[in-house]
């Protein structure tokens, strides 16, 4: 398995503004992704960091509101941007070292609220 | 250090039997317990279970927890091919450092 940071672990932002999660693996990874994870409800799949090239995100999330980086292969950045309450979530990070979705690895995740 | 355990790790079931799988946890400020079963890309979410004792049931899947013993059990009766995936427990918490805690999923393969 890998082990999976994230950074910062909580935070409590206003309205409008921007934060941006690091996710750090402790090794090479072929895919990352990012989910959501809204109070009471299900893990939801934000999108899929691609090493060196555009996200790819699913339906209902735009680059625009969720720039994601992944310079490296251990390495990714989610952005939520102009925040408003309704994005208070718990975002994760997941990376996945072979090509089967069955041996995902998951972060312990970035508890945001937003005022 | 909060964990989640989940056991067995893999399992292996002929179709129509009856599997149990087990996950339990010592996590502080327990908001929630979660199951998934992962067979693409995004898990796909079961079960949300947040008072001991009462059961929740969709089709032949079923859960229940036990706060005091801290632990749950997923029951997957009459299993088919279909079911052959990795089943994921995570817990929520209120406050600390890990909103989220995994276990390290139960893979389950049933053949025909």
């Known amino acids: 398995s890998a082990v999976i940071s994230q950074k910062p672990s909580r935070d409590i932002c206003q309205r409008g503004t921007s934060l941006t999660i690091q996710c750090q693996v402790d090794?090479?990874?072929?895919?990352m992704f990012w989910y959501r994870q809204q109070p009471g409800q299900s893990l939801t799949l934000i999108a899929t960091a691609n090493q060196g090239s555009e996200a790819t995100y699913e339906s209902g999330f735009v680059i625009d509101k969720f720039p994601i980086s992944r310079p490296n292969l251990t390495f990714s950045t989610l952005t939520v941007s102009n925040m408003s309450p309704e994005d208070s979530s718990i975002y994760l990070c997941?990376?996945?070292?072979?090509?089967?979705?069955?041996?995902?690895?998951f972060g312990p995740g970035t508890r945001l609220t937003v005022l | 250090e909060d964990k989640v355990v989940q056991s067995p790790l893999s399992l292996v079931v002929h179709e129509g039997d009856t599997v149990t799988l087990n996950c339990s946890y010592e996590?502080?400020?327990?908001?929630?317990l979660l199951w998934y079963k992962q067979e693409k890309k995004a898990p796909t979410f079961l079960f949300m279970l947040t008072s001991s004792g009462i059961e929740k049931k969709s089709g032949r899947l079923s859960s229940i927890l036990d706060k005091k013993e801290l632990f749950s059990i997923l029951n997957i009766t009459a299993t088919q091919t279909g079911d052959s995936a990795v089943y994921l427990c995570a817990v929520e918490r209120y406050s600390g450092n890990t909103p989220l805690v995994f276990g390290k999923g139960t893979r389950l393969s049933v053949i025909a």
């Open positions: 090794s090479q990874v072929t895919m």
């Open positions: 996590v502080t400020n327990f908001r929630s």
């Open positions: 997941s990376a996945q070292r072979g090509i089967s979705y069955n041996e995902q690895f």
